[in-house]
């Protein structure tokens, strides 16, 4: 499985930016994607999610400003629009995603994690 990131980039303050990410291998019809993001020194810390039902989860600072959504012709692809951007969203941006899958004929499942690479997001003042 590999999420392969686009977008990111600089931008000044009150300015918006887009992030895609697209993860490859099979199709992750039960899962949850999405973006985490790291500045140095600091915890990782999420930004958004989304399951593949359509449910989404924010930051409850960046609610408003930030908007996921999944694509509808590809469950395996999630947008990320950043909009009025503050130098404190500056950050490498990590795309995300949980796929829950069956184990056993009784129907148990498992979850398995994996992360994209990292795109850095600057935004000056």
């Known amino acids: 499985v590999q999420l392969q990131a686009s977008g990111g980039g600089s931008v000044q303050a009150g300015g918006s930016l887009g992030l895609s990410c697209s993860a490859s291998?099979?199709?992750?019809?039960?899962?949850?994607m999405g973006w985490y993001r790291q500045v140095p020194g600091r915890q990782r810390e999420l930004v958004a999610t989304?399951?593949?039902?359509?449910?989404?989860?924010y930051a409850a600072s960046l609610k408003g400003r930030f908007t996921i959504s999944r694509d509808n012709a590809d469950v395996n692809t999630v947008h990320l629009q950043m909009s009025s951007l503050r130098p404190e969203d500056t950050a490498i941006y990590y795309c995300?995603?949980?796929?829950?899958?069956?184990?056993?004929?009784?129907?148990?499942?498992?979850?398995?994690?994996?992360w994209g690479q990292g795109t850095q997001v600057t935004v000056s003042s």
């Open positions: 995300y995603l949980m796929s829950r899958f069956t184990i056993n004929v009784e129907g148990a499942t498992a979850e398995r994690e994996y």
């Open positions: 291998g099979r199709r992750f019809s039960r899962s949850v």
């Open positions: 989304i399951t593949s039902g359509g449910s989404t989860n």
